[in-house]
Antibody, heavy 121, light 107 residues
Framework: EVQLVESGGGLVKPGGSLRLSCAGS????????MNWVRQAPGKGLEWISS????????HYADSVKGRFTISRDNAKNSLYLQMNSLRAEDTAVYYC??????????????WGQGTLVTVSS | DIQMTQSPSSLSASLGDRVTITCRAS??????LAWYQQRPGKVPKLLIY???TLQSGVPSRFSGSGSGTDFNITISSLQPEDVATYYC?????????FGPGTTVDIK
């Protein structure tokens, strides 16, 4: 069974940093692109970053560009999101999601259970 | 960037009703369109991809249609477990934008 487990969320002050992790299992992690999607409390889904299987192609949403860095360690079956210069509007549940198929034009499936990041003083 | 819109933003229907949600892209996206279901307090789940392909295990009362800029998801007979928010998403080339969501509940 494919599983994605996020960790690293918590309470952080504005301007602070946090590093999220997502551990993948049940599939060949190194073969799939991965994504981060967030959902602010009571709001919709917002794609924020994607990374290809080899880390050669990376994309960011404008809302996080320059502040967040996506990375992966295929030897550890892990995806990361380094979040710097955090703002109150970054408060959200952060999900990691696997590309459904090998190619880049693929929907997201499955999703992890999410980890809550709260930015507040 | 391509924008995704959905209508309606919410709807209330009776059990057994046929329900249709519309998603519109601001530019053509061929059939690179997915639908996700998010039940209250749960993780989003892929329902339909390539605009009309049902993900494995998804009940056949769900169907998708459309291409280019206009897409629909239809629930042929609304069931209690279908109470959820439904999101469309374009997945051809970043940014992989989601629609704002449509919340479905039972009248």
């Amino acid at each position: 069974e494919v599983q994605l487990v996020e960790s690293g969320g918590g309470l952080v002050k504005p301007g602070g940093s946090l590093r999220l992790s997502c551990a993948g299992s049940g599939f060949t992690f190194k073969s799939y692109g991965m994504n981060w999607v967030r959902q602010a409390p009571g709001k919709g889904l917002e794609w924020i970053s994607s990374i290809s299987s080899s880390s050669s192609i990376i994309h960011y949403a404008d809302s996080v560009k320059g502040r967040f860095t996506i990375s992966r360690d295929n030897a550890k079956n892990s995806l990361y999101l380094q979040m710097n210069s955090l703002r109150a509007e970054d408060t959200a549940v952060y999900y990691c999601a696997k590309l459904y198929d090998f190619w880049s034009d693929s929907p997201f499936d499955p999703w992890g259970q999410g980890t809550l990041v709260t930015v507040s003083s | 960037d391509i924008q995704m819109t959905q209508s309606p933003s919410s709807l209330s229907a009776s059990l057994g009703d046929r329900v249709t949600i519309t998603c519109r892209a601001s530019q053509g996206i061929s059939n690179y369109l997915a639908w996700y279901q998010q039940r209250p307090g749960k993780v989003p789940k892929l329902l339909i991809y390539a605009a009309s392909t049902l993900q494995s295990g998804v009940p056949s009362r769900f169907s998708g249609s459309g291409s280019g800029t206009d897409f629909n998801i239809t629930i042929s007979s609304l069931q209690p477990e279908d109470v959820a928010t439904y999101y469309c998403q374009k997945y051809h080339s970043a940014p992989f934008t989601f629609g704002p969501g449509t919340t479905v509940d039972i009248k």
